[in-house]
């Protein structure tokens, strides 16, 4: 199956309103970051460390709910180390 030719499986422009899409928090030398595919660049949430990256995610999550606290189609993973 070509998924690149069937509607279903294309992405929606960047220009298009999405509320349900995925992004990821990262620690990059000791500076959190959001990596998310409908933004040009990635978004710097200020210090983190390998102990505190967990919360310091977190916080930027809850920022997120904040914005619109009726909102409940949210899903949260951790991926970490065994």
Same mark, same amino acid.
């Given at each position: 199956?070509? %998924?690149? +030719?069937?509607? !279903? %499986?294309?992405a929606p422009g960047?220009?298009?309103? !999405?509320?349900?899409?995925f992004i990821a928090f990262v620690n990059v030398e000791g500076? +959190?970051?959001?990596l998310d595919g409908r933004k040009p660049f990635p978004i710097a949430h200020g210090k983190t460390t390998e102990d505190s990256f967990l919360e310091d995610a977190a916080e930027v999550?809850?920022? %997120?709910m904040a914005r619109d606290p009726q909102e409940l189609r949210f899903t949260v993973v951790a991926l970490s180390k065994a």
């Open positions: 199956m070509n %998924f690149n +030719l069937n509607p !279903v %499986f294309q960047l220009d298009e309103k !999405v509320d349900l899409h500076d +959190l970051y959001e999550c809850k920022k %997120f």
